[in-house]
């Protein structure tokens, strides 16, 4: 599939993988659609990844090997595709030799949203969470943001697609589900009679890249790379870099908590990163700066706020009602 076999066809042919899951369907659709749909000769094909596949293991130590992108970027080196569509939370830092990630569209909602069943909801509780309410997730991330600002519960380990996840609460087998904002909203999700809290984003720290798609093809395919420009958002690829820079720092991914918000004001970044000490704690620091130095910053601050304890303030006004959903 390379493009001096396609010099003489009307159209030229751009094959998009996509794993076959709504929600990497919606981000494939949507990524057609941006260039230009099956008109401009643009099409999907659907490839089963590890992720896909074993549905019943922790992610623990799996993001980091490419547990839902390493099958699709076999495809790119194999020429059988031209690009990858990636929730940019799922790749890994370090790209194959030959691959590069070559645009970031629009960055949608970076935050998570609590879905809770309204007998488990208690506002006298941390996150209005009553004790012992069983939270389905299978974020360490999640799990360690919920054992600082929510010790009274417990955290119940949940795989599966969006819309299963969100189901399990919806059907009480969950008193409460995690999910990313972004996913939901994409889908158009019904969560029912749910009560449903945003969890602000600057202290509720996402995963790196969380709401992002993260565009992939062949380093040397400069046409398509071209065409990707067209498409990518500047500001939004500035803070994942940041946020994955950081991320790649602390060589964090799935087998270590880790979090971190990058926001983007001008040649400015202001980045937060947070982490889970050895001790459990839940420690995060925030870094404005240019963009080439922030994240080295912001390591060495998070490295040092690991190995000194302090109080965590679990008091702040995080937690709201979930905004207007489009």
Not at 21 to 49: C, E, F, N, P
Not at 167 to 186: E, P, Q, T
Not at 210 to 238: T, W
Request: hydrophobic share 45%.
């Amino acid at each position: 599939m390379t493009n001096s076999t396609r010099e003489s066809d009307p159209v030229q042919a751009t094959t998009i993988g996509t794993r076959g899951s709504d929600l990497a369907l919606w981000q494939a659709h949507h990524v057609q659609a941006l260039l230009g749909g099956t008109a401009a000769g643009v099409q999907l094909r659907i490839i089963k990844t590890s992720g896909d596949r074993f549905l019943d293991i922790p992610l623990q130590n799996q993001l980091d090997k490419g547990f839902f992108t390493k099958e699709l970027e076999a495809e790119l080196l194999g020429g059988t595709i031209d690009l990858a569509v990636h929730s940019l939370k799922d790749l890994p830092t370090e790209h194959p030799p030959g691959l590069v990630l070559a645009a970031v569209p629009p960055r949608a909602d970076t935050g998570d949203v609590l879905f809770v069943q309204r007998h488990a909801h208690d506002p006298q509780q941390p996150m209005g969470l009553r004790a012992g309410a069983k939270v389905g997730t299978a974020s360490l991330r999640r799990m360690a943001l919920l054992k600082a600002y929510a010790p009274q519960v417990q955290a119940e380990f949940l795989r599966g697609n969006v819309p299963t996840r969100l189901g399990k609460a919806k059907s009480g087998a969950l008193d409460a589900v995690i999910l990313a904002r972004a996913g939901v909203s994409r889908l158009g999700l019904d969560w029912g009679d749910l009560l449903a809290f945003d969890l602000d984003p600057t202290v509720w720290l996402p995963a790196a890249g969380q709401g992002a798609l993260g565009l992939q093809c062949r380093a040397e395919d400069s046409d398509l790379r071209q065409r990707l420009e067209a498409v990518a958002d500047p500001a939004a690829a500035l803070a994942v870099r940041c946020e994955r820079d950081v991320l790649r720092r602390m060589e964090g991914g799935c087998h270590s908590p880790f979090g971190a918000l990058g926001l983007v004001n001008g040649d400015q970044v202001t980045l937060r990163a947070g982490a889970q000490a050895a001790d459990g704690r839940w420690v995060a620091v925030r870094v404005t700066g240019a963009a080439d130095d922030v994240a080295a910053v912001a390591e060495a601050q998070l490295r040092a706020a690991l190995a000194h304890p302090g109080a965590l303030d679990t008091e702040a006004a995080w937690l709201q009602p979930a905004r207007p959903w489009c």
